[in-house]
Structures are given as C-alpha cells and as structure tokens.
C-alpha cells in the first residue's frame, strides 16, 4: 500500500528558509502535494507537482522531486511568522468509478513548522 | 476558485445522539467526495468515498453503521455519526473535486467540523 512519510517537527528563524521533506513509496503517483493546515482550520492547497517535473517555484515556494528516491520536498525563502502551520505533503490515486475517475489522497503525517521571531 | 462548505464548523453533543455534518460544494458539481478524520496532531485519515447517486465506499476499519454517508445530489454530500461516543470526538474534514478538472487537479477542503462527544 502506499505510505507518505514526514517528520513531524521543524524550526526556523523569521527570514530563513524552510525546508520542508517527505518520501513516499507508490512509484505510480501522477501528483504530489503540498497542503498547510492552521490551527483548527482545514486544508489549504499550497502547490502541486506532476510527476514529471523536478521542480516548480510559486513565489516564496520551491518544489523539489526525486522521481529516483520518491522524495518530495517543498522550500519556503524568507519564512514569516505566519507560515507557522502544519504542512502535509499527499500523493495520489486515481481510480475509476462508474461516473469517471476520482482521486484520493494519502497523507503523510505533517510536518509542524514553528517560525521563531 | 472552488469552494468547499463544511458545515458544522464545531458541535458538542451528548454521547449517544447523533450529529449531522453537510459538505456542499458551492460553485461546481462534485461526482465524488471524500470524507477524512483527523485526530490532534496527526494526519488525516480517509474514511470514506462519497459517490453521487450509489454507495459510499468505506476504507478498512471505518463502520459503515456508524458513519453513515448519503451523497444525494452533485453538490451535497453528508456524514451521519450515528450513536456518538467520546471516542468519536475528532476533526471531520471533507474534501470534493469538481468533474469538470483536468487529472491531476488537487481536491477543494472543507474548513473541517470539529466534534466533541460528551
């Protein structure tokens, strides 16, 4: 099955950047994720990223993809305050339903960023 | 852009009552939609597949008489706990894709229902 895997803490000070991995193991994934979650509040869609690409850049947002490793990393420049969150990197599966195809997601566990002023 | 209304954002009940969460999708039709559960600081689980007009699709381990999901039209579908408990209680996210997108378009959240059993 498949599995996302992230460590679960990082910090940084005000200004620096973050970075931000995760692995994943289902070498069929077409799409690859980044979601930011604040406190009690749902998901937010940073960035995604096809599969064949290594990288894409969103302003602040740089998406990193080792296809080879299935490692997936998302670098945040000048991290602010408010980029404090819980960030989830997903990966897909499609699958077909009578009405077309669908999407899941899996998760991995989210990385816990903390910006220090 | 797409937008997902979850609703409850919060309700606390009593244990053995049953709650209602909506998930509406307000300016497309969603075939399909996903119901996740979160529990504090850890990720999200899928519990189930929403599918408009047929049955939902449960993930191993979620009962489906306790979570009961109805995806009646294109854009509502609903999640029933029916007979809550405290260990119920958890962060309810729903999540919908418009048919219209491209594969590869990411899923529109809901804001999430947090709910807490008493």
């Known amino acids: 099955g498949e599995d996302v895997e992230q460590s679960l803490f990082l910090s940084v000070r005000e200004g620096d950047s973050s970075v931000i991995n995760c692995t994943y193991t289902d070498s069929s994934s077409t799409y690859l994720y980044w979601y930011k979650q604040e406190p009690g509040a749902g998901l937010q869609l940073l960035t995604y990223i096809f599969s064949n690409m290594d990288m894409k850049q969103d302003q602040r947002l740089t998406v990193l993809l080792n296809k080879k490793d299935k490692h997936l990393s998302l670098r945040i420049a000048d991290t602010q305050t408010g980029d404090s969150a819980i960030y989830f990197c997903a990966e897909t599966l499609d699958f077909l339903i009578s009405s077309g195809s669908a999407r899941q997601l899996t998760f991995g566990s989210g990385t816990q960023l903390t910006v220090l002023p | 852009g797409a937008v997902v209304s979850q609703h409850p954002s919060w309700v606390i009940c009593k244990s053995g009552t049953s709650v209602k969460i909506e998930c509406r999708s307000l300016?497309?039709?969603?075939?399909?939609m996903f119901w996740y559960r979160q529990f504090p600081k850890q990720s999200l689980m899928l519990m189930a597949t929403?599918?408009?007009?047929?049955?939902?699709?449960?993930e191993q381990g979620v009962e489906k008489d306790k979570f009961l999901i109805n995806h009646a039209s294109l854009t509502l579908s609903t999640l029933t706990v029916t007979s809550a408990h405290p260990e119920d209680s958890s962060f309810y996210i729903c999540s919908a894709r418009d048919f219209r997108d491209p594969a590869g378009s990411p899923l529109h959240f809901g804001n999430g229902t947090r709910l807490t059993v008493t």
């Open positions: 300016d497309f039709q969603a075939t399909t």
């Open positions: 929403s599918n408009e007009g047929s049955k939902a699709t449960y």
